[in-house]
């Protein structure tokens, strides 16, 4: 059996062994555990492997490279060619392949499932790893792109796995989930909720991801008098004006930029931490809320996709109001390629702007709560148990089950 994956994620070569982002390779890894032989046809970097990369488990895995399609801001003409050549590798490795696997939402997986259509009779699997809630305002593409999944015509004889149970769906659409750690990683919590208060962030450095709300929410409790310490894990583009603002307003004290860490390092920081806090603009399966709330880190996540339901509507987390207006598209598995012109960071906003009003509604949210430890213990209790139900065993057991249906 020919097992084909469709990506737009960076791989890597490095002595003989394939890598790329490791939360994805590590989810593949078991996707193709029982496989004969695997086929990933991504687009393919030059530079070695980083410390959050890991390489690819499989003894008869080829790589296809294709370019990588980042349509804003490139030459039109180079877009088209390089849109053809992808076109052209998706179709020739899916008339080989026993199953095709596509990794969605991106450009790669975008052209990956149209072309897809043209083989109905042999099996398929999307990754949906985005927001697939159909009220939220996304980009055109993305909206494309859950229209045509949806689409039990167009997607003859394929499995559709999106984060979230929602209604009206068609009958190809699967409810799933991730997941992280493994059974024999489960331990008892019982967090000391004591000043320091610990907050950590981990994620790309991002403006979709939004790492400055992270620091406002954190120095404005530094600044109602709290003991409080921010570790930020992940690079991105964010990086430059994240060190400025914490230069300038002199926070080093305690804001930390930690940047890109193996998982073994964030594992050890969601057991020190009292709470993990991702403000993002848009998601899917926020896996950093998850990784902490499986270590008892009582989680701080923006109101969208299946966010409030991991948050049980606020009984194990602290929920932030959704930002207005569209959001943006996600990042690549690698970060994104730049910022978005068409968000202004934060840092920017002007003093007693809509963004200053949240920022202060979410405060006085964690400092009710900072002054309640009996309500921080039995919150931290409840995410604990709801993230421990999600182990990798569950999630390779519903990936065979959706393999052999």
């Given at each position: 059996m020919i097992f084909s994956i469709f990506s737009h994620a960076d791989h890597f070569l490095k002595k003989g062994n394939l890598y790329s982002y490791g939360p994805y390779v590590k989810e593949m890894n078991l996707w193709i555990a029982d496989i004969e032989s695997v086929k990933v046809v991504a687009p393919r970097s030059s530079r070695d492997p980083s410390v959050i990369d890991e390489a690819y488990q499989h003894k008869n895995i080829q790589h296809v490279k294709i370019p990588s399609l980042h349509y804003k801001g490139n030459d039109f003409l180079k877009n088209i060619a390089d849109s053809f050549k992808v076109i052209k590798a998706c179709y020739r490795e899916m008339k080989l392949a026993d199953h095709i696997h596509i990794r969605c939402p991106g450009n790669v997986g975008m052209l990956a499932m149209v072309v897809s259509s043209l083989f109905p009779h042999k099996p398929k699997t999307?990754?949906?790893?985005?927001?697939?809630?159909?009220?939220?305002?996304?980009?055109?593409?993305?909206?494309?792109?859950?229209?045509?999944?949806?689409?039990?015509?167009l997607s003859r004889n394929t499995k559709v796995l999106v984060y979230g149970n929602w209604e009206n769906q068609s009958k190809n659409i699967i409810p799933f989930f991730t997941a992280s750690f493994s059974e024999s990683e489960k331990e008892q919590v019982s967090k000391n909720f004591k000043a320091p208060f610990r907050f950590l962030f981990c994620g790309s450095l991002s403006e979709g991801k939004q790492p400055v709300l992270a620091v406002k929410i954190v120095e404005e409790l530094y600044?109602?008098?709290?003991?409080?310490?921010?570790?930020?894990?992940?690079?991105?583009?964010?990086?430059?004006?994240?060190?400025?603002?914490?230069?300038?307003?002199?926070?080093?004290?305690?804001?930390?930029?930690?940047?890109?860490?193996?998982?073994?390092?964030?594992?050890?920081?969601?057991?020190?931490?009292?709470?993990?806090?991702?403000?993002?603009?848009?998601?899917?399966?926020?896996?950093?809320?998850?990784?902490?709330?499986?270590?008892?880190?009582?989680?701080?996540?923006?109101?969208?996709?299946?966010?409030?339901?991991?948050?049980?509507?606020?009984?194990?987390?602290?929920?932030?109001?959704?930002?207005?207006?569209?959001?943006?598209s996600l990042p690549s598995p690698q970060g994104p390629q730049g910022p978005s012109p068409s968000l202004p960071s934060p840092l920017n906003s002007p003093k007693g702007g809509t963004e200053t009003g949240s920022v202060l509604e979410v405060v006085d949210k964690i400092i009710e709560l900072l002054q309640d430890e009996e309500e921080m213990n039995k919150m931290s209790k409840r995410a604990h148990e709801w993230s421990q139900e999600y182990t990798l065993e569950k999630f390779e057991a519903g990936i065979r089950g959706v393999l052999k249906n």
């Open positions: 999307v990754k949906y790893a985005g927001n697939w809630e159909s009220k939220s305002e996304q980009p055109l593409s993305y909206r494309f792109q859950k229209w045509w999944l949806s689409n039990t015509f600044q109602n008098g709290f003991d409080v310490e921010l570790d930020i894990y992940g690079e991105g583009p964010e990086k430059e004006n994240l060190e400025d603002y914490i230069s300038k307003n002199e926070l080093q004290q305690f804001i930390f930029l930690k940047g890109n860490q193996p998982q073994e390092v964030l594992k050890n920081a969601y057991k020190k931490a009292h709470f993990s806090i991702l403000p993002s603009r848009s998601e899917g399966w926020p896996k950093a809320l998850a990784e902490g709330m499986f270590f008892g880190c009582i989680p701080i996540g923006t109101e969208i996709s299946c966010v409030p339901w991991m948050l049980g509507e606020g009984s194990r987390g602290i929920l932030l109001p959704a930002p207005p207006g569209p959001s943006p």
